[in-house]
């Protein structure tokens, strides 16, 4: 059965904890881990340039064992010169995940459809799951607690916005946005984490 990670929304509190917690002991000693993804390939199809989430993943990759192919916006043009659908049949047989940073959220949600390897969100038009689990994680790092802290974000409610929603919602933690009039967050998402709240 494949995981896929779309969007902070999908996962519960536990599979959160577990990742925040995973996190602690790589980070505590790489070496214990430094086989674990041995013989595993993460292909990165990259729409959109970037440097940290592209060096995180790279890195990431080579720390555990394994190894990752930049796909940049030439190698496929993804949805013109190959459909999202054959790419993820495509890939499924080459490789064992697929991290994509894309402009638009569908495009996620088609390759996922259609791979049968784990897919990855590594940003999209809505979210921005890696982003917000590694801003909790240093939140906890730091604070220790984060049931009932309150993050302040300022800025459009955007990708990140959106996910640091659902993620607040998901950990226990309060959010307030300031954002500028005409920029505010996604209602449907603001709707979602304060049901989400209810039960955290």
């Known amino acids: 059965m494949k995981k896929d990670l779309i969007s902070v929304k999908d996962l519960t509190f536990g599979e959160i904890e577990d990742i925040l917690n995973l996190t ?13 993804l041995a013989g595993k390939t993460l ?46 049949k495509t890939l499924s047989r080459y490789v064992d995940a697929i991290v994509i940073r894309t402009f638009e959220h569908k495009n996620v ?58 993620a607040s919602a998901k950990v226990g933690m309060n959010m307030n946005v300031g954002a500028p009039k005409g920029y505010q967050p996604d209602k449907q998402v603001l709707t979602e984490a304060k049901t989400i709240v209810k039960s955290t």
């Open 43 to 88: 292909a990165l199809i990259f729409q959109k340039p970037s440097n940290r989430t592209r060096v995180s993943f790279e890195v990431g990759m080579f720390q555990l064992g394994g190894y990752s192919i930049y796909l940049g916006p030439d190698e496929i043009n993804l949805g013109v010169r190959e459909s999202i659908k054959d790419v993820a």
């Open 109 to 166: 949600l088609e390759l996922s459809r259609y791979s049968t390897i784990p897919v990855i969100n590594g940003l999209s038009d809505f979210s921005h799951p890696c982003q917000a689990l590694a801003d909790i994680y240093t939140i906890r790092e730091k604070l220790k607690n984060i049931k009932g802290k309150t993050l302040a974000y300022l800025g459009d409610g955007n990708n990140v916005c959106n996910s640091l929603l659902y």
């Open 24 to 36: 602690d002991k790589i980070k505590k000693d790489k070496s214990v881990f430094a086989n674990v």
